[in-house]
């Protein structure tokens, strides 16, 4: 029903990964279980310092989880496609097709846990500001060039 493969959202890196529909979905379709592993809230400086801080999600009040299976690496849309619930009792996270989902579709959800909120995510902003400086460095990586291709071709010597 579903499969991880390289996605065309977010800046294109090697772990550019989203998960797709094989299959038509229906709309409220299960579409995969996530089994978590919970940690208290407490712990989250320590994950802070890694790569995990951008693939967690809240799990009640006092705690934060990481997924398993897919669910971490579901992407972000203010237009999902898939939305979840928590399933306390499973420890799981069950994600459904908010709409009909197409064969070849990327699964996306809202970040922030209700389908049609448009609050800002903390990634966003911090993907603005990276933009903004790898835009810069290209930019004097262009100048650099433009001036040393003027030196290479000057023939006036």
């Known amino acids: 029903m579903i499969e991880v493969k390289q996605s065309k959202l977010g800046d294109g890196g090697e772990f550019n990964r989203g998960v797709f529909a094989t299959v038509d979905i229906a709309k409220g379709t299960l579409i995969h279980q996530?089994?978590?592993?919970?940690?208290?809230?407490?712990?989250?400086?320590?994950?802070?310092?890694?790569?995990?801080?951008?693939?967690?999600?809240?799990?009640?009040?006092?705690?934060?989880?990481?997924?398993?299976g897919y669910g971490s690496l579901i992407?972000?849309?203010?237009?999902?496609?898939?939305t979840y619930d928590i399933n306390f009792d499973n420890h799981t996270f069950d994600f459904y097709a908010y709409t009909d989902i197409k064969a070849g579709d990327e699964i996306v959800i809202n970040y922030n846990g209700e389908e049609d909120s448009m609050d800002p995510l903390w990634f966003l902003d911090d993907y603005e500001e990276r933009m903004l400086e790898f835009n810069k460095s290209n930019?004097?990586?262009?100048?650099?060039?433009?001036?040393?291709?003027?030196?290479?071709?000057?023939?006036?010597?």
């Open 34 to 68: 996530a089994p978590v592993v919970p940690y208290p809230n407490e712990d989250h400086e320590h994950v802070e310092k890694t790569i995990l801080e951008d693939y967690v999600f809240e799990y009640g009040a006092n705690h934060t989880a990481i997924l398993l």
């Open 75 to 82: 992407n972000h849309s203010y237009e999902p496609n898939a």
């Open 139 to 157: 930019d004097d990586e262009g100048e650099k060039e433009t001036d040393t291709q003027s030196l290479d071709t000057d023939t006036s010597k």
